[in-house]
């Protein structure tokens, strides 16, 4: 599995309904190291962070 489907499919899980709030950190943590590693470049982590964003709030409001 490519890094691009893994964090995808990560971001995606936290759209689930019942979905736990541990993933927000599991999503963060991966996009991160992703980072950090070189796995991803920065352009890759401002979208993937961005998106995590926008989900977070999303959960918080539906909360």
């Excluded at 995590?52 to 999303?58: G, I, Q, T, V």
Aim: aromatic share 8%.
């Amino acid at each position: 599995m490519s890094i691009h489907a893994l964090l995808g499919r990560s971001l995606d899980d936290l759209e689930l309904p019942g979905a736990s709030p541990y993933f927000e950190a599991i999503a963060e943590n991966q996009i991160t190291r992703a980072r950090n590693t070189g796995l991803i470049d920065e352009e890759d982590f401002h979208y993937y962070s961005a998106r995590l964003h926008r989900l977070c709030e999303k959960r918080k409001e539906a909360a």
